[in-house]
T-cell receptor
Framework: KAGVTQTPRYLIKTRGQQVTLSCSPISGHRSVSWYQQTPGQGLQFLFEYFSETQRNKGNFPGRFSGRQFSNSRSEMNVSTLELGDSALYLC????????????????FGPGTRLLVL | QQQVKQSPQSLIVQKGGISIINCAYENTAFDYFPWYQQFPGKGPALLIAIRPDVSEKKEGRFTISFNKSAKQFSLHIMDSQPGDSATYFCAAKSAGNQFYFGTGTSLTVIP
């Protein structure tokens, strides 16, 4: 079974621009979560989508948004980029149906490294 | 506010030694506690996980010890090898399926 894939792997943008990142979950997984990873901060939760609906949201400004398509693929968008948005953005998928035992394991993709200049 | 606190930030262990990483949490509603291993340039990979109704879980050289009353859990890596050198993250999951991660521990195993 193919793992979680993320595109692009690397991205360089300038302040004020916007960016869209893509995530394809493992086949059959309906939950997709996004995280921002920076040195010293660890993984910060952005949001989770399940069956095209945002089910959870972290404490990030409205410049960060996402969506999920009917095939479970997900995109996240960051508008008006700031220098502090430079980070590794990770996507994780799981079967999770409201926390059912054995279905909550998250599988991560390799991430998209975003550099904002 | 950090929901899951992890220590130490970095750890250096001799080959064959025991590596111990600790995590503490506040929310007693967390119901699943995984540990992830991350190598440079890769996403985190699930290493081992435990539920709060179990005090210990062992998989090969990796063991999670869980203390529900103290709201603490730890990862023990026995017979540490240079290939174990990576960053380790603990995490906790809420009933609403949201994960909270620790800030990570960079482990270096010296040959």
């Amino acid at each position: 079974k193919a793992g979680v894939t993320q595109t692009p792997r690397y991205l360089i943008k300038t302040r004020g621009q916007q960016v869209t990142l893509s995530c394809s979950p493992i086949s059959g997984h309906r939950s997709v979560s996004w995280y921002q990873q920076t040195p010293g901060q660890g993984l910060q939760f952005l949001f989770e989508y399940f069956s095209e609906t945002q089910r959870n949201k972290g404490n990030f400004p409205g410049r960060f948004s996402g969506r999920q398509f009917s095939n479970s693929r997900s995109e996240m968008n960051v508008s008006t980029l700031e220098l502090g948005d430079s980070a590794l953005y990770l996507c994780a998928s799981s079967l999770a149906r409201g926390g059912s035992a054995g279905q909550e394991t998250q599988y991560f993709g390799p991430g998209t490294r975003l550099l904002v200049l | 506010q950090q929901q899951v606190k992890q220590s130490p930030q970095s750890l250096i262990v001799q080959k064959g030694g025991i590596s111990i990483i600790n995590c503490a949490y506040e929310n007693t509603a967390f119901d699943y506690f995984p540990w992830y291993q991350q190598f440079p340039g890769k996403g985190p990979a699930l290493l081992i996980a435990i539920r709060p109704d179990v005090s210990e879980k062992k998989e090969g050289r990796f063991t999670i010890s869980f203390n529900k009353s103290a709201k603490q859990f730890s990862l023990h890596i026995m017979d540490s090898q240079p290939g174990d050198s990576a960053t380790y993250f603990c995490a906790a999951k809420s009933a609403g399926n949201q994960f909270y991660f620790g800030t990570g521990t960079s482990l270096t195993v010296i040959p």
